[in-house]
């Protein structure tokens, strides 16, 4: 049957009239269609199977390997319309670990983890606790810049995770402050808001790494009424990195 045929019968049956078509064709074309619906059912088992070999690859890597890894990723869709990957940045023995979302134009373009007048900010609340910039280490949920700074998407997420994951195996982090509802949420799993979240410990995966959740500085600065409680937050931090 030819591609005129096939849009013909589309068509129509779109429209809800029963086409005359000469005997086997009809056939043909639901046989084909069967072919078709099978090959995509395939590709999923064998696009879960890449992934999870991938993932396993990642889980292994030592950091240049890893950063290496990550600014050729090619793993969801990000890829195609950034400057640079966003790997990282800071002391690799930190003690504490700070996890965002996901880089903006400042740091696609820079390739560095909250530059600009959020990072400014973060530096400003992690000098208030006493830390450095260079004392702690910087990461993010995603290390691709999404498109127009929108939400990372959950696959886009998950592309990312075994990066993210391989980060904390290799830092070893004492606690980890997740700046931010996307880092809070993909980081523990939920789709609770940051409100429900802040004043409380939770751990890191199967881990005894506390995390505690607290506002996103670019939240801050469109609301500064909220820097009150983001202050609380980095007590509430500070006073259980001490407890450990």
């Not at 950063?67 to 319309?81: D, N, S």
């Not at 409380?200 to 959740?213: E, G, H, Q, S």
């Amino acid at each position: 049957m030819t591609n005129d045929e096939q849009k013909r019968l589309a068509y129509l049956e779109a429209m809800g009239i029963q086409p005359w078509v000469r005997r086997g064709i009809r056939e043909t074309v639901a046989a084909a269609e069967a072919e078709d619906a099978f090959a995509d059912t395939a590709k999923a088992p064998a696009a879960a199977a890449d992934d999870s070999a991938q993932a396993a690859e990642i889980s292994g890597l030592d950091w240049e390997p890893l950063r290496a890894r990550v600014l050729a990723c090619t793993r969801c869709e990000l890829h195609k319309q950034r400057t640079q990957a966003v790997f990282g940045v800071g002391n690799r023995k930190a003690q504490w670990l700070i996890i965002g979302e996901a880089p903006g134009a400042d740091e696609d373009r820079q390739g560095e983890p909250f530059v600009g007048r959020a990072g400014k900010l973060l530096d400003n609340m992690l000098a208030a606790i006493g830390l450095k910039r260079v004392e702690v280490y910087i990461a993010n949920i995603v290390k691709c810049r999404p498109p127009n700074n929108r939400e990372p998407l959950p696959e886009e997420a998950q592309s990312c995770a075994p990066y993210l994951a391989r980060q904390i195996a290799l830092i070893k982090p004492k606690i980890i402050l997740a700046v931010g509802r996307i880092a809070a949420q993909n980081l523990l799993k939920t789709d609770r808001p940051v409100g429900t979240l802040r004043g409380k410990r939770f751990n890191y995966d199967a881990t005894d790494i506390p995390i505690i959740v607290t506002y996103h500085p670019a939240y801050l600065l469109r609301s500064p009424q909220e820097k009150r409680k983001a202050w609380q937050d980095l007590l509430f931090a500070k006073e259980t990195f001490s407890s450990l």
